[in-house]
Antibody, heavy 114, light 112 residues
């Protein structure tokens, strides 16, 4: 059974950093691109970033480019999202998903507030 | 960026009836391989999104055949036949033709 389990969400002040993790199991992690999608409270879905199987290619939405870094450790079957210079508009539930968006984690809440 | 625009459903929908959700893209989602790179998702209240269809009309694994996707390069429809209580939630279309990936704003389906 495919499982994606996010962790690392918490309350953080604007301008600070946070790193999310997503532990994957039940499939060959290294064979699949992976992505992060977020959802602000009561809002719709918003794609954040995608990473290729090797990690050699990454893609970001403009609003997080230069602040967020997506990475992966294929030996640990884990996906990461390093978030720097956080803003209040980054407040959302962050979902880890396979690159084809066919499997999703349960999501982790990130709140950016002073 | 490709803008995805979703229609509104005349809620609530009577159980057992059909419902069609529309989605329009600002650019053709047909790639040079001939496939149309359009996904549909359902997000039930309090749950993570679930992929329903990809390549516009291919159902994801385990998805009921009551869900069917169709369309052209820029106009798409998700039809739900014989609507049931478990179909309630917000439906999203998403283009994966190019980056940035973009979603529609969502269409809420409520049942009577």
């Amino acid at each position: 059974e495919v499982q994606l389990v996010e962790s690392g969400g918490v309350l953080v002040q604007p301008g600070r950093s946070m790193k999310l993790s997503c532990a994957a199991s039940g499939f060959t992690f290294s064979s699949f691109p992976m992505a992060w999608v977020r959802q602000a409270p009561t809002k719709g879905l918003e794609w954040v970033a995608t990473i290729s199987t090797s990690g050699g290619s990454t893609y970001y939405r403009d609003s997080v480019k230069g602040r967020f870094t997506i990475s992966r450790d294929n030996a640990k079957s884990t996906l990461y999202l390093q978030m720097d210079s956080l803003r209040s508009e980054d407040t959302a539930t962050y979902y880890c998903t396979t690159g084809g968006f066919d499997y999703w984690g349960q999501g982790v809440m990130v709140t950016v507030s002073s | 960026d490709i803008v995805m625009t979703q229609g509104v459903l005349p809620n609530p929908v009577p159980s057992g009836e059909s419902a069609s959700i529309t989605c329009r893209s600002s650019k053709s989602l047909v790639y040079k391989d001939g496939k149309t790179y359009l996904n549909w998702f359902l997000q039930r209240p309090g749950q993570s999104p679930q992929l329903l269809t990809y390549w516009m009309s291919t159902r994801a694994s385990g998805v009921s055949d009551r869900f069917s996707g169709s369309g052209s390069g820029t106009y798409f429809t998700l039809k739900i036949s014989r609507v049931r209580a478990e179909d309630a939630g917000v439906y999203y279309c998403q283009q994966v033709r190019e980056y940035p990936r973009t979603f529609g704003a969502g269409t809420k389906l409520e049942l009577k």
